[in-house]
């Protein structure tokens, strides 16, 4: 298994990112897919899931209104749409997998919200 994140950045408050995941190793279009991040000094959170097929979304009340999670299943990618940045949404965001037992990690790519 294999997941490959990127995407992330610097920007400021108030503006976008869009991060992507590229995963392979498995079947891609049965699994549910996560985003994660951990900021300095904390512990990793769950930002936002979505089923294998695409449906309903799960997100962190954090991030809820302003950050969409989407999949294309062909391309066995996922994405997490950031909108409304803010100084608090500085981490590293992480794509992630459970396809069988074992819960599988991309290396994260950095997203860093400042002025």
């Known amino acids: 298994v294999q997941l490959v994140e990127s995407g992330g950045g610097l920007v400021q408050p108030g503006g976008s990112l869009r991060l992507s995941c590229v995963a392979s190793?498995?079947?891609?279009?049965?699994?549910?897919m996560s985003w994660y991040r951990q900021a300095p000094g904390k512990e990793r959170e769950l930002v936002a899931a979505?089923?294998?097929?695409?449906?309903?979304?799960d997100y962190a009340d954090s991030v809820k209104g302003r950050f969409t999670i989407s999949r294309d299943n062909a391309k066995n990618t996922v994405y997490l749409q950031m909108n409304r940045l803010n100084l608090e949404d500085t981490a590293v965001y992480y794509c992630s997998a459970r396809p069988m037992v074992v819960r599988y990690w991309g290396k994260g790519t950095l997203v860093t919200v400042s002025s």
């Open positions: 190793g498995f079947t891609f279009s049965s699994v549910r």
């Open positions: 979505i089923p294998s097929t695409g449906g309903s979304a």
